[in-house]
C-alpha cells in the first residue's frame, strides 16, 4: 500500500510528442484502456486520453509512469485535484 501512495503523491506531468507518444507521470491506477480511450487516476485528478489505434507500451506502478502510443485526439481532466474544490462545493457539503 504504501508504494500507491507514492505514485499517488509523484509529480504529474505530460509529455505529448507529435501527438503519436504520450508520457503521464504521477499515474497511480489505469482505470480503463481500450483502442480509442484511456482513463487513469493521476495525483491531480481523472485523466481520460481519447484517440486511435492507442497502445499502452508501460505502465509502472512504482514510479508512476504511463507511457502510451497512437493517435491521441484529446487529453482531459474529468474532475477536479483533490484540495482544489471550488467555493460552492465547500458550502454545499
Known amino acids: 500500500m504504501p508504494e500507491e501512495k507514492s505514485a ?14 504520450l ?3 504521477g499515474v497511480s491506477d ?9 482513463a487513469a487516476s ?7 486520453i481519447r484517440g486511435a489505434g492507442l497502445e499502452m507500451e508501460r505502465l509502472d506502478r512504482e514510479t508512476g509512469e504511463l507511457l502510451l502510443k497512437g493517435e491521441i485526439s484529446s487529453i482531459t481532466y474529468t474532475d477536479r485535484a483533490p484540495g ?4 460552492f462545493a465547500r458550502i454545499f457539503r
Open 42 to 48: 493521476t495525483s491531480l485528478g481523472s485523466l481520460m
Open 30 to 38: 489505469v482505470d480503463s484502456f481500450d483502442e480509442q480511450a484511456v
Open 23 to 25: 508520457t503521464v507521470t
Open 84 to 87: 482544489k474544490e471550488g467555493f
Open 8 to 21: 499517488a503523491k509523484a509529480p504529474h506531468s505530460l509529455i505529448l510528442e507529435n501527438r503519436r507518444s
